[in-house]
């Protein structure tokens, strides 16, 4: 079956512009969550969506929202960029968010 | 909220010598641990997890143990072979009453020389 797909690959932005990131994730997975990847900071968790609704959520400022649509995939949305917001964002999916999670490819977001 | 601490950041190790990772948690209602590997480049997959009713898990080369008590699980890799140097990261699940989410460490560079 098909993995997890995350789209665009790449992002160039300019600082105070926005963006939306979108995860489909593997079939029949209803969670999704996002992480921010910073070298020397790890798998930094941004939320955590199921069935439409934000279950968990990470300590990143409101800047940073998500959603999640009814076939489950997921969008990001960072506004009013700053240039620390520069990292590779990861979605990743998983039955019910205590089982096994299946990442993307990730979508590189620079911003300048 | 939860948090995983993971140590240590960066490991270094000749091949054939085992290599260990740590890592704790801080929520005792956390009951999944799993273990990931990210090659350079390539997103993270899954290399072995536990459950917290499981103290101990083994996939050939690679084990993980869980201490509950103390909140800590450990990754074991034995027979260490180039192709295992990667990032690996831990991670736990945040249990809450809506639902679950993993929270992952730091990471740890796993370097393998021949």
């Known amino acids: 079956k098909a993995g997890v797909t995350q789209t665009p690959r790449y992002l160039i932005k300019t600082r105070g512009q926005q963006v939306t990131l979108s995860c489909s994730p593997i079939s029949g997975h209803r969670s999704v969550s996002w992480y921010q990847q910073t070298p020397g900071q790890g798998l930094q968790f941004l939320f955590e969506?199921?069935?439409?609704?934000?279950?968990n959520k990470g300590n990143f400022p409101g800047r940073f929202s998500g959603r999640q649509f009814s076939n489950s995939r997921s969008e990001m949305n960072v506004s009013t960029l700053e240039l620390g917001d520069s990292a590779l964002y990861l979605c990743a999916s998983s039955f019910n968010g205590n089982t096994e999670a299946f990442f993307g490819q990730g979508t590189r977001l620079t911003v300048v | 909220g939860e948090n995983v601490e993971q140590h240590p950041s960066t490991l270094s190790v000749q091949e054939g010598d085992s290599a260990v990772i740590k890592c704790t948690y801080s929520?005792?209602?956390?009951?999944?641990f799993p273990w990931y590997k990210q090659e350079l480049g390539k997103r993270p997959q899954l290399i072995i997890d536990i459950r917290s009713n499981v103290g101990e898990k083994k996939d050939q080369r690679i084990a993980v143990t869980l201490n509950k008590t103390a909140k800590h699980f450990s990754l074991h890799i034995t027979e260490t072979q180039p192709e295992d140097s990667a990032v690996y990261f831990c991670a736990a699940s945040i249990p809450n009453q809506a639902g679950t989410a993993l929270i992952f460490g730091k990471g740890t560079t796993l370097s393998v020389s021949s």
């Open positions: 969506y199921f069935s439409e609704t934000q279950r």
């Open positions: 929520d005792s209602a956390s009951n999944y």
